[in-house]
């Protein structure tokens, strides 16, 4: 499956397609889960995609003010999955309003809120 065009911005991380276990990110191979910030891929592993906690998006949590995003992307594979109340509570705290989907439209949503600039984030399953 495809994702949108490219944001125009030469050094944003957009998502050029995803599949079975990979991403493709401007076109570079991702193999599994990961986090995706306009400026950086980082590697995730949380546990169960059912269970989990704040502490699986301390990656985020760490980041400077000024890189942390207002909008967190939550794809859940292929599932309807929804965050627990107090994840999406510890998240808010942080600044960071929480939206899970399918693994597909947070690609794609991703790549449309980073060509309106928008400080933004994606933590996507892999399907």
Do not use: Q
Request: with cysteine; proline share 9%; glycine share 10%.
């Amino acid at each position: 499956m495809a994702a949108p065009p490219p944001a125009p911005h030469p050094d944003r991380k957009v998502v050029d397609g995803y599949g079975p276990g990979a991403f493709t990110i401007r076109g570079e191979r991702h193999e599994g889960s990961l986090i995706l910030l306009p400026d950086a891929i980082l590697p995730w592993r949380p546990g169960d995609i059912a269970d989990l906690v704040a502490a699986d998006f301390a990656a985020l949590a760490g980041l400077d003010a000024a890189r942390r995003p207002n909008i967190l992307l939550v794809g859940m594979g292929a599932s309807g999955l929804f965050l627990k109340p107090a994840v999406r509570a510890e998240l808010r705290a942080l600044g960071m309003v929480a939206d899970t989907m399918g693994t597909g439209a947070a690609c794609r949503t991703y790549n449309v809120l980073l060509a309106e600039e928008r400080r933004v984030a994606a933590c996507l399953f892999a399907l």
